[in-house]
């Protein structure tokens, strides 16, 4: 399997500055092979992006979704509005909903479930705060994570992705050691019924790229502020691994 390396843009980059990005990430990676490349910017940059990357390598995905597939939900966005676009992917359970928007478990097993009913592909994060993993409550949290999130669909797991985004490595410019990753993402695939990729985010850049790469528990990164910029965006693309 090609590793996966995604760029969730988050709440930056307006409809203009979007389609620049990519135009710009085009140029850079267009010698790239053997990667999967996705960009996730946010809703209102959809179509713009979505016409720049139209038969090119780079994919497309959405930050969230609604479980519903229409109705009086203001504010919220259909799953099947963002198939329409061109959308491949949609981010579920990304730690900023759960912990600023309090989105909790049982509406991330919805989403996930219309995801699958769809054809979307989910990127389900997981992931403990700094205060669970000094108490040694890492794998109880994740494995909380895990059993509600999925409650029902564990048998179709496999047609997911799987996000290990420690809350403490987000951001912070602390990075989990690729070792101890390594060591959740095991965790993660332990608990699970079905072989499932699984990526790693938090904190990664084009400097500590190479060494995550290398563990063979990682399967490709999800990457918030260094996917803003092309450069940086495409050296982390073009990680170097001796794997
Ligand atoms: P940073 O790479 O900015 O730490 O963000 C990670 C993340 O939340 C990706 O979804």
Redesign the pocket.
């Known amino acids: 399997m090609e590793p996966i390396i995604a760029g969730?843009w988050?709440m930056n980059m307006g409809p203009g500055e979007s389609r620049e990005l990519v135009i710009k990430l085009l140029q850079l990676v267009s010698d790239v092979q053997n990667r999967e490349i996705i960009v996730i910017p946010p809703f209102t940059s959809l179509p713009g992006v979505a016409e720049v990357l139209c038969n090119t390598k780079i994919k497309l995905g959405a930050q969230n979704m609604h479980w519903e597939r229409g109705g009086a939900y203001t504010g919220e966005i259909s799953g099947l509005f963002l198939k329409s676009l061109g959308c491949e992917y949609v981010?579920i359970g990304?730690?900023?909903r759960r912990h600023i928007m309090l989105e909790p478990d049982e509406w991330l097993n919805r989403k996930l479930k219309t995801a699958l009913d769809i054809g979307l592909i989910s990127i389900f994060?997981v992931g403990e705060t700094a205060q669970e993993r000094e108490q040694g409550m890492t794998q109880q949290v994740i494995e909380r994570q895990l059993n509600q999130g999925l409650r029902g669909i564990e048998n179709e797991v496999h047609k997911m992705i799987i996000?290990y985004?420690p809350v403490w490595?987000?951001?912070?410019g602390k990075t989990a050691t690729p070792k101890s990753a390594a060591e959740v993402h095991k965790f993660i695939r332990s608990k699970l019924k079905k072989p499932v990729t699984i990526l790693y985010?938090?904190?990664?850049k084009p400097e500590n790229v190479d060494a995550l790469m290398q563990e063979e528990e990682i399967d490709g990164v999800?990457?918030?502020?260094?996917s803003l910029k092309p450069e940086s965006f495409a050296r982390i693309i073009k990680f170097e691994s001796k794997r």
Do not use: D, P, R, T
Request: with cysteine; charged share 15%.
């Open positions: 969730n988050k981010i990304h730690s900023e994060c996000a985004e490595a987000i951001g912070s985010g938090g904190s990664v999800l990457v918030g502020g260094a």
